[in-house]
């Protein structure tokens, strides 16, 4: 079956960067859109960056020239760069399948401090 694995959250003060990494498995891993969303307490999930299967990037506004989403099909992976954090990034952050069908990891808890 599909599965999808975060790793690399935790704290880290303002300013600083964190990698966010997803390992895919049971999946056309190489056609398959891929993205990255967050859901803060009281707040609706929402998208973080997105990668097409043809490499195209799209990016929330809020972390526009911050963030960077890349993939690397011999890996099975998709990474979210994070740099220049600030505590409103502070969520858990989900990685997702998109397309061809939707899938969702567990998603994973990443803080910033003030």
């Known amino acids: 079956q599909v599965q999808l694995v975060e790793s690399g959250g935790g704290l880290v003060q303002a300013g600083g960067s964190l990698r966010l990494s997803c390992r895919a498995s049971?999946?056309?891993?190489?056609?398959?859109?891929l993205g990255w969303y967050r859901q803060a307490p009281g707040n609706q999930r929402e998208l973080v960056a997105h990668?097409?299967?043809?490499?195209?990037?799209n990016y929330a506004d809020s972390v526009k020239g911050r963030f960077t989403i890349s993939r690397d099909n011999a890996k099975n992976t998709v990474y979210l760069q994070m740099n220049s954090l600030k505590p409103e990034d502070t969520a858990v952050y989900y990685c997702?399948?998109?397309?061809?069908?939707?899938?969702w990891g567990q998603g994973i808890q990443v803080t910033v401090s003030s």
């Open positions: 049971g999946m056309f891993f190489s056609i398959s859109d």
């Open positions: 997702a399948r998109t397309s061809p069908s939707l899938y």
């Open positions: 990668i097409s299967s043809g490499g195209r990037r």
